[in-house]
């Protein structure tokens, strides 16, 4: 059986994107040398030895986002519900920031499906949800390493028979250092609290940690 030609064509592009995602004048934050902020602390999720791959097949460990403020959630790229939403409101955040603050933060998701998400899933995903290179990282890991990396970030996940997660619903936000300084919770929240965090985080000062709830 012939393949359509658009199937062809839309394959081709992905292929292309993924070929030339870091070399591309806008580099995701993923392929970026990291701007050190010096030791890590005890507090710092940067101290994790787990390595990732990115939606554009670069091998990373979190430490290249140091140096920059960072909002990160983790996902699953078939999620039919509430990924969308938690997606949609990091879209709100990003469009809120005043220009100069939003050149310097960065954005993460990191899928729990780590079955199905490979970086072709996740680059399919970062073209469906339009989500720029020059701010946006997707990743995928090991089990182990993604499983301690929700226990950290207070992410609860359950596979389902149909393959879809339980999930908790939560955006962290961390300092240039990797240290948790804030966390909204739950859909479609107000988002000053955020906003504020990411200003704190921007400064050399560090904030505490806030929760925003449902």
Not at 69 to 94: G, N, W
Not at 183 to 208: C, F, V, W, Y
Request: aromatic share 6%; with cysteine.
């Amino acid at each position: 059986m012939k393949t359509p030609l658009p199937n062809l064509v839309a394959a081709a592009a992905l292929l292309s994107i993924a070929s030339t995602g870091c070399a591309s004048r806008e580099k995701p934050p993923c392929c970026r040398k990291a701007e050190p902020t010096g030791a890590y602390t005890d507090k710092s999720l940067y101290q994790l030895d787990s390595n990732w791959i990115s939606d554009v097949s670069k091998d990373i460990k979190l430490g290249v986002f140091q140096g920059r403020p960072q909002l990160i959630a983790m996902f699953f790229a078939s999620c039919e519900y509430t990924c969308p939403v938690i997606v949609h409101d990091m879209k709100r955040i990003q469009e809120a920031m005043p220009p100069a603050l939003r050149h310097k933060v960065n954005f993460t998701l990191v899928s729990f499906d780590t079955e199905r998400d490979t970086p072709a899933a996740l680059l399919a995903y970062r073209q469906r949800q339009n989500l720029g290179a020059d701010h946006w990282s997707l990743l995928t890991g090991k089990p182990d390493d993604t499983r301690e990396l929700a226990a950290l970030l207070g992410v609860n996940y359950q596979k389902d028979a149909r393959g879809q997660f339980a999930h908790s619903n939560v955006i962290t936000v961390l300092n240039p250092a990797g240290e948790i300084v804030h966390q909204q919770i739950g859909l479609n929240q107000d988002i000053l609290a955020t906003m504020k965090a990411i200003e704190r985080a921007s400064e050399p000062t560090k904030s505490k940690i806030h929760l925003t709830h449902e």
